[in-house]
């Protein structure tokens, strides 16, 4: 059976973070398309066939919480899973992420593993 290769979209603006992700997540098969901002992030989730969104909290100009909203209000991207990641890991955001649509709500810095485990949750491999 041909493997397919799933397809992440990493909405981030910290530089060194994003190459970081793109480099775990392309080394374990993964295609990433990467975005510094949330409009930039709205416009690549409408135009690209996606399979998950990897959104930080904290964008220049739209925050991910509306990011989130906006997502989950088009039909193209509604039903794309968003794993919200944000260095603002008090409880009020993460029932606000969740509130606006996030899958989940992990908190940086991340363990690597447990995002791995949170991403193949939500795309199981489909070769098996």
């Known amino acids: 059976m041909v493997k397919i290769t799933k ?3 990493s909405i981030e603006d910290d ?4 190459r970081y992700l793109s480099y775990m997540l392309t080394k374990e098969g993964y295609e990433v398309v990467t975005a510094t901002n949330g409009l930039t992030g709205l416009r690549k989730a409408e135009e690209e066939d996606l399979d998950l969104i990897l959104l930080d909290v904290m964008l220049p ?3 991910g919480f509306e990011v989130c909203h906006r997502l989950r209000a ?6 794309i899973p968003v794993l919200m990641l944000s ?4 409880d009020s955001d993460k029932v606000t992420g969740l ?4 899958n989940e709500f992990l908190s940086k810095p991340i ?7 949170k991403i193949k949750e939500y795309l199981p491999d489909d070769t098996k």
């Open 7 to 9: 397809r992440i979209l």
């Open 15 to 18: 530089p060194s973070f994003s």
């Open 61 to 63: 100009g739209l925050d």
């Open 74 to 79: 088009e039909p193209k991207t509604a039903h």
């Open 87 to 90: 260095a603002k890991g008090q």
């Open 99 to 102: 509130r606006v649509g996030a």
């Open 111 to 117: 363990d690597r593993e447990v995002l791995l485990a």
